[in-house]
Structures are given as C-alpha cells and as structure tokens.
C-alpha cells in the first residue's frame, strides 16, 4: 500500500522519487542528458517497478526541453510519450519539470525570444498532454531551481551563459519566462497545479560578527526569497507576478543548504558542537510557510554516502515536527532516487540515491543496487509520519 499525503493534497503520495532529468549545458560547454545516463529512461519500467515496491507512488520526472525542441516552435514528445505510457501502465503519478536546467542550443536566460519560445512550449505542453488526459490531475513546476541556475550561469560560469556578475539578470530572464510561462498554462488549461522548487537555506553570520556583516548575511538569507517574490509580484511587479501564482511551494534541502557567508563555511547538519546559529529543517519550513501562507512540499532531499539511512530519519523527525506545528507539509521527494554522477565530469558517481549504480560495471546508469541500510530508514521513516497523518480515530495505542 502507498503512504497517502492529506486528504486535501493533489499528491498520490506523501514519499516522492525523483528521477535526475537534467539536459544542461555542463561546465565545459557538453551537454549532457541524465535521463539516459542514469538508465532511467532504459530502464524505465524496471525502475517504476521498484519505487512501488517501497510505496513510492509520486514522481518527478522531466520533459528535457533541449530534446524536445531542438528546432524553434517544433516539438517532438515522442520520448515524453514513453514515459506518458509508462506512468499509466504503474498507476505511477508523474509530476513535470518543463525545464530541468536545460534549454535549447539557441537559447539562453538573456535571449530576447527566452521568454516567448518557453511560453510557447508550455502552451504545446498543455495541448499534449490533455489530449490524452483530459481529467488528470497535471502538477507542473515550469522552471527549476532558478535561484540555483541564476548563480550557476550567471555568476560562476557553471552553464550557459557562462556569465561572471550577471546572477541577477539571468534570474530575471528566467522568471519573466516563468510567470509569462504560468499565465499561459493557466490560460490554456485552469485547472493546472503550479509547484515551485526552490533551494530552502539558513545564511548566517560568522560568531562575534559586526552589524555590517550581520546585516549582509541576512540580506543573503533574504535572498533565497527572491525568485518566489517575483512570481507573487512583490518583487520586480514589472515581470508580472501575481499572487495568485502562488500555488504549492516546493523547497529542495540538502547536507549543505546552511552556511555561514563570510568567510564561506557550510554548518554540518549534525549540529554535533550545538551551534545556535544552526536551524532544524521544521524551522525553516515554518518561515517559508509563514511567508507565503500556501502548503509546502520538500520536493529535493538526499544525503551522499555512507549517512543516507541517519538523513532520512532526519528528514522523518523533521516533517513530523513540520506537521504538528501545523505546516500544511504534502510531501517528501528522494532526489535523486537513482543514482547520478557528477555533471562535468560524469563521475564519480554520488551513492546518493535508494539505488547505487555500480560504477565498476561496463555501463554504470544500467545498475541498480538496493542499498539497504536506506530502505529499512524509509521504511522507518514512512511508518513515522504515517502515524503523524493519521486521523486521531485510526491510532493504535
């Protein structure tokens, strides 16, 4: 049986998988395709398979925007089709990313045509796949992470435009093509969720710091708001945010999604040495929440290594406490739930998924090794916040 989410959740599930999907441009200027590399899409009814047999029955997947327009305003959904066909034969719920990172070769955040050509894509998106689906429940996330991808790009040369100080104008290309890209799904089909997934930090100051400096790590902290505020309208109104965009609130949060600003330091999640500069995951939740008012989803989270079994009872204890203090949490989502390698060089590989692939094998991405120590954690950890959802008439004592 699945774990379920609340009654009033449009996820079939409350514990997610998330399948790496991402189509960018790496650091060398290759582009890469994970949903082949990781032998998801090879192995795609294998993998379907084995999420079900862990009562996993939400996933995220991607419709890797390079791949489908590789000419402008032409699109091929054959490869969207698959794994269309796939989902319907698992009774598995696919949750879409339209841009998972990647974009077309002729397009960048700064293109003039950026926000008009993703318009159009979410507008053939729609069209497709209601042509098949008329009824469905569609939850779409248009942009990930563009927090991410505005430093990435913008600031580090980290994938296209290769940019150094330019952070702030590719995050403003990115959401103008965002909220234009909302409004035009919304157009077309009404009834469509909207869930954002944006990286969910704690900045802080370094210990005994001057008001000057504790003034710009909480200017930083602030800033991880940036990209929700445009799509609200509170920020840069000009890109034609609305409030009403705000739907369901996706937060990704990993081993290293707290740091101290100057000089750069990431505070170790265990919070061995009891530092109060650090924050459990349930607090940072609640601020996000309290900031917008609307349900949220942790819709990235995993742990590298040999502590994966300890994050996710981490992660459990935390969506339990988010639960009692009334956060409308809908979800967990294991990102990746396969394992990947690294983007620019292609390994190692990061053992940060449910399965490990092996990387002594001819073709890592077609391996799937259960790495055991996790699924007794998950186990644990879906029994856990099973009972938190549970109505008061259904618990055991």
């Keep these: 049986m699945l774990f379920p989410a609340t009654a009033d ?23 890469v395709d994970f949903l082949s590399l990781t032998g998801h899409l090879p192995l795609l009814d294998a993998d ?13 997947e991607g419709i890797r925007w390079s791949q489908v327009e590789r ?37 960048t955040p700064l293109h003039p045509l950026f926000a008009r050509r993703f ?34 790009g913008g600031d580090v040369r980290g994938t296209s435009p290769y940019c150094v100080g330019q952070g702030w104008e590719v995050k403003r290309g990115l959401m103008r093509a965002y909220i234009e890209g909302v409004a035009a799904l919304r157009e077309a089909d009404p009834a469509v969720r909207i869930l954002t997934t944006e990286p969910l930090l704690n900045i802080v100051p370094r210990r005994r710091a001057g008001p000057a400096e504790v003034r710009r790590a909480q200017e930083a902290h602030r800033n991880q708001f940036q990209s929700v505020d445009m799509l609200a309208g509170r920020l840069c109104p000009d890109l034609g945010g609305r409030p ?47 900031r917008y008012n609307r349900p949220v989803v942790l ?24 639960l009692a203090a009334g956060v409308p949490l809908l979800g967990v989502c294991l990102y990746p739930i396969i ?32 790495h055991e120590p996790s699924a007794v954690a998950l186990a644990e950890a879906q029994a856990l916040v099973a009972r938190q959802l549970a109505p008061p008439e259904s618990v055991v004592l």
């Excluded at 996820?11 to 441009?25: H, I, K």
Aim: charged share 25%; aromatic share 14%; proline share 7%.
């Design 9 to 31: 959740s449009p996820f079939a599930s409350f514990w997610m998988a998330g399948f790496e999907c991402t189509d960018q441009l790496n650091a060398f200027g290759n582009r």
């Design 119 to 152: 318009t159009a894509l979410c507008r053939a998106f729609i069209d497709f796949y209601r042509q098949q689906r008329p009824d469905d429940v569609l939850i779409i996330t248009p942009i990930n992470e563009v927090s991410f991808m505005s430093w990435l």
């Design 339 to 370: 394992d990947r390698p690294d983007w620019d060089h292609l390994k190692p590989w990061h053992h940060s998924g449910l399965w490990d692939a092996n990387p002594r094998a001819a073709t890592p991405g077609l391996t799937r090794l259960l």
């Design 244 to 290: 009403e965009y705000l739907d369901l609130l996706g937060f990704n949060f990993y081993y290293d999604n707290e740091w101290q600003l100057e000089p750069y330091k990431t505070l170790p999640w265990g919070n061995e040495r009891n530092d109060p500069r650090f924050r459990p995951l349930s607090s940072l939740l609640a601020e996000a929440y309290e």
């Design 48 to 60: 379907y398979e084995l999420i079900r047999q862990h009562q996993l029955g939400t996933v995220r």
């Design 71 to 107: 000419r402008p305003y032409e699109y091929d959904w054959s490869t969207v089709q698959v794994l269309l066909d796939a989902g319907r034969r698992h009774g598995i719920q696919q949750v879409w990313d339209l841009c998972h990172f990647g974009y077309p070769d002729d397009l």
């Design 299 to 322: 819709t990235e989270t995993s742990h590298p290594g040999i502590d994966r079994p300890a994050w996710l009872r981490m992660v459990a204890a935390e969506a339990v406490k988010t």
